[in-house]
């Protein structure tokens, strides 16, 4: 039986598909060369030290959300990445590892964990939200698409590596779009290169918000206002 497709190329526009998403990129490239200034601590509340999991999106890794993690850490939280190199999709070993982490922190503080997925590593956050929702505190994407299949410059390569997806992860594609049983907050840019905005769109409801920023789709993590905005739905309680 063959894997469902979570994606497709752009072919509408597929030249400028291809240049929107050069230009997100070289986006990341020039603010890792020269980050913009994260807002200071001392203007977003004071974490209460529970664990935040930083999950990266596909064909990235801890490098990638590094400047989030080492954010939040100072800001007064456990935050952490995944410590498994690159995200290469929904494979049962990148499943595993998630939910281990989770597994992992609830065990060791006693608290409930809160998870931050950039792109596709937001769909990881919430289906482990839906899953094991008494071990999450809240889950915040990033430019992360919930409406497949999607239209996505990266669709080679996931088409690529969908032999290696995990099967029954795979069949819950018509399920994705439901939202996980905790806080939600979804952000989302409409200058974003890599995913269509609109497919990151939640189901706004009470607990589930979608928050809209100016960002490419690269640092979306690293924008000022979305980092200000994560400090301050981390420091809230549910309700």
């Known amino acids: 039986m063959p894997t469902p497709s979570f994606t497709s190329y752009p072919s509408d526009r597929p030249l400028g598909a291809a240049f929107s998403a050069l230009k997100d990129i070289a986006s990341f490239v020039g603010h890792t060369l020269r980050p913009a200034p994260a807002p200071p601590h001392a ?3 004071r974490g209460d030290g529970h664990t935040v999991l930083v999950l990266p999106g596909f064909m990235t890794g801890d490098f990638a959300t590094r400047s989030l993690i080492m954010w939040l850490r100072d800001a007064g939280y456990d935050a952490r990445g995944w410590g498994s190199g690159l995200n290469w999709g929904p494979t049962p070993a990148a499943l595993t590892r998630c939910a281990a982490l989770v597994d992992e922190a609830n065990m060791r503080t006693g608290q409930k964990v809160s998870l931050i ?3 596709l590593g937001g769909v990881f956050a919430r289906e482990l939200a839906k899953d094991a929702p008494a071990k999450i505190h809240r889950v915040i994407t990033l430019g ?3 409406r497949f299949p999607i239209k996505t410059p990266l669709s080679p390569f996931a088409e ?3 032999v290696r997806f995990d099967q029954a992860f795979t069949k ?3 399920d994705l779009v439901r939202n996980p049983p905790v806080p939600v907050t979804a952000f989302y840019s409409r200058s974003d290169g890599i995913v269509p905005w609109r497919s990151c769109l939640v189901d706004e409801a009470p ?3 979608n928050v809209e920023v100016d960002s490419p789709h ?3 993590g690293s924008h000022p206002v979305a980092m200000r905005i994560i400090a301050e739905r981390l420091a809230s309680k549910p309700g």
């Open 43 to 45: 203007n977003v509340p």
């Open 117 to 119: 997925g950039r792109s």
């Open 144 to 146: 992360t698409p919930i």
């Open 160 to 162: 690529t590596m969908s």
């Open 172 to 174: 819950r594609m018509p």
């Open 207 to 209: 607990g589930a918000e």
């Open 218 to 220: 690269t640092i979306m």
